[in-house]
């Protein structure tokens, strides 16, 4: 049973402006080391990556319908390239509180803009 959808799209150049302006602070309160790790060892370019996950985790956000820290929403991908959501801290209490069992995500991107979507799924 569906428990929420959520979808958010994020200009590439304005996050990285936001990045470029703010340093090393901005990201560590966006992005987990891991995905930190994952966008700059990209070919296309870490902002690029970046804004897919942010678009992600604002998508999971919107999904669960709670505001949250965006590092208690950390996006990984598979070795089939699937991305995946894992919860931490308050953000996997409250997924749990209103019976959701999993939330799939799947994003995309270009150079100029970053799109995600997040369904949370659950038993009725």
Not at 28 to 43: D, I, P, Q
Request: glycine residues 8%.
């Amino acid at each position: 049973m569906i428990k929420g959808i959520g979808i958010d799209i994020v200009e590439v150049k304005r996050l990285r402006d936001i990045i470029q302006r703010w340093g090393e602070r901005a990201k560590k309160r966006m992005f987990t080391s891991k995905e930190l790790k994952y966008a700059h060892m990209r070919k296309k370019g870490e902002f690029i990556h970046l804004a897919g996950r942010f678009a992600a985790k604002e998508a999971v956000v919107k999904s669960l319908g709670q505001p949250t820290s965006f590092l208690e929403v950390e996006i990984s991908k598979e070795k089939n390239g699937r991305p995946y959501i894992t919860l931490k801290g308050r953000t996997k209490e409250t997924a749990r509180e209103k019976g959701v069992k999993e939330i799939l995500v799947t994003l995309s991107h270009t150079r100029t803009y970053a799109v995600a979507q997040a369904v949370a799924l659950g038993e009725k």
